[in-house]
């Protein structure tokens, strides 16, 4: 039984030191690709960058909190009023919380491997729409 207990959390250890790593790593590479854009939020008047991958949908522009590390997020919420640089042109948008069936749907159209899901430790994860601020 002691064995047993020392292997489950060993096990557990390990898995939470794996996310921690694959976490650490995303945050300090920001990987882009085609699809990635760069939020700037503001918080008490100090702007932070942060690189984020981009979801189409119906003619509509999402960003995801799909990680455990969301200070973007969060300052999104406190402080609509954000930008973005996307395909080489950065606009102003309004950020919009996104909640009920567009949530759900969006949740079925853009759902992430179970791979990724396993590696970054299974968080919940929010859409935030981003409304062109004329």
């Known amino acids: 039984m002691k064995i047993l207990k020392i ?24 990987p ?4 990635s854009l760069v939020i700037t939020t503001f918080d008490s008047g100090e702007s932070k960058d942060r690189v984020l991958s981009a979801v189409n949908n119906d003619g509509k522009l999402y960003v995801s909190a799909n990680h455990w590390p969301r200070a ?11 930008e973005a640089l996307y ?9 919009v919380s996104i909640e009920g069936k567009e949530h759900e749907r969006l949740m ?4 992430h491997p179970l791979t990724f899901r396993i590696l970054t430790g299974f968080p919940p994860r929010y859409f935030i729409r981003l409304d062109l601020r004329d």
């Open 72 to 82: 973007w997020y969060r300052q999104a919420l406190s402080n609509p009023n954000v």
């Open 108 to 111: 079925k159209e853009h759902a």
């Open 87 to 95: 395909k080489g042109e950065k606009n102003s948008y309004l950020a």
């Open 32 to 35: 882009t690709n085609a699809n």
């Open 7 to 30: 292997t489950l959390i060993s096990l557990a250890v390990g898995y939470i030191g794996l996310v921690v790593l694959f976490e650490s790593w995303l945050g300090y590479s920001q």
